[in-house]
């Protein structure tokens, strides 16, 4: 398997950079970002130290807006920071740098893996992703108390990739988290709970930490 250009998976960096994509990268792609950092925080505390970045763009990104009202709703309902954030369109060098890349939909993996920078390996949808690490044996990842978690989360990305065209989705349903742009509240944390329980394996499997 050749490892991609640019950050890619396999490159021995000190960092990973995992990437969430959604459209306007102010309702989806937000929430997942800062639930990705809520949950590495509660896991490893300063993730600084231990070298993972998370980040977040969409494809017809509003450059600059604040995310939606009841998207910090949600967040504040699980606890996470909702402060700081400003929304960004997904450029090539957002991309090349990421070492994962986690869409809302399929649409959006497939416009992730189009703007070339050998993406194929490392994009997959959240729930895509989701279903595969449920599949990878843990004990067969790096320890990451002793390689480091950058390291683990390379070799998640690997065995992920690997088994893609073996473990297929029930549906083309199940691998999408729909928009809940102009949505009413309730609307809204129905789909931060269906991020936040996606989230939850892949967070596990990055860190070698379950949710406390």
Not at 108 to 124: C, D, E, N, P
């Amino acid at each position: 398997m050749t490892a991609p250009e640019g950050r890619g998976i396999g490159t021995g960096r000190s960092t990973f950079r995992i990437l969430h994509v959604s459209t306007g990268n102010v309702c989806r792609s937000p929430i997942t970002e800062r639930l990705t950092r809520h949950a590495l925080h509660d896991r490893l505390g300063d993730t600084s130290r231990c070298g993972l970045v998370v980040e977040s763009a969409g494809t017809w990104g509003h450059e600059g807006a604040p995310m939606e009202a009841n998207a910090e709703a949600v967040l504040a309902d699980f606890g996470a920071d909702a402060s700081g954030f400003a929304g960004r369109e997904l450029m090539d060098d957002h991309v090349i740098r990421a070492d994962l890349v986690l869409t809302a939909t399929r649409d959006h993996r497939a416009q992730v893996i189009s703007m070339g920078h050998s993406a194929g390996l490392r994009t997959f949808t959240l729930k895509e992703f989701t279903r595969l690490v449920r599949a990878i044996d843990p004990h067969t990842l790096p320890d990451p108390s002793a390689d480091g978690v950058v390291a683990r989360a390379q070799a998640l990305v690997h065995a992920a990739a690997a088994l893609r065209g073996w473990l297929l989705a029930p549906s083309a349903e199940a691998d999408e988290v729909n928009d809940p742009y102009g949505g009413p509240i309730t609307y809204f944390r129905a789909v931060g709970d269906e991020i936040h329980e996606a989230l939850d394996p892949v967070v596990t499997a990055l860190t070698g930490v379950p949710r406390r």
